[in-house]
């Protein structure tokens, strides 16, 4: 008796385990994907954020150094490709926002050269905010690449790999400025 008991209880277990597993790990991958989304999100905020201060740090600048033209062309220009990149890829956006960034740090080196500028209230107030949005697109990468390496390790691993082939997930891209100079927040030392 206890054989023929066990035998439709194992048969009847093992599937309902199974189905079980599978939608823990479904749920789990809907939840990593969610949260890259919401990382991508804030990196995207601190982004615009950035881009929306350039013109006034431009401007600032401009009327302390007209004849750094090309300085200020380049970060006009750069700023012009990030905000039409919006929409693109995560490898696309890093190398044109690495590449921003490194024309920022240009320009706040160029201030080095003006003694009138650096004590200005306004460009004080704009390189500090922009010292704390650099620093807030670092927290959101961090925040992004994390949930990105929790995705790709469930896309990737035994079992889960199983059920992320089966509904389409897919890796995610991880979230890196190209140009090596764009790696660190623009530091000017007044």
């Not at 615009?48 to 090309?70: D, F, Q």
Request: glycine share 6%.
């Amino acid at each position: 008796m206890p054989s023929s008991f066990l035998l439709p209880v194992l048969g009847i277990g093992i599937p309902a385990l199974v189905i079980l597993w599978a939608i823990f790990a479904y749920n789990r991958l809907v939840k990593y994907r969610q949260q890259v989304s919401e990382g991508w999100s804030g990196i995207d905020v601190q982004l615009k954020k950035r881009s929306n201060l350039i013109p006034n740090l431009v401007k600032v600048v401009k009327g302390y150094a007209a004849h750094e033209k090309s300085t200020l062309t380049d970060v006009t220009e750069l700023r012009a490709q990030c905000v039409s990149s919006s929409g693109s890829g995560v490898d696309k956006r890093g190398e044109v926002e690495g590449g921003l960034a490194s024309a920022l740090a240009r320009l706040l080196l160029v201030a080095e050269n003006y003694p009138d500028l650096k004590a200005d209230n306004s460009f004080l107030d704009l390189q500090s905010t922009l010292t704390e949005v650099e620093n807030d697109i670092e927290m959101a990468r961090r925040y992004y690449n994390g949930a990105v390496r929790l995705m790709n390790v469930s896309v990737e691993s035994f079992p889960s790999n199983l059920i992320a082939k089966q509904f389409r997930f897919t890796r995610a891209e991880y979230f890196q400025l190209e140009n090596s100079d764009g790696r660190q927040a623009p530091r000017v030392q007044l």
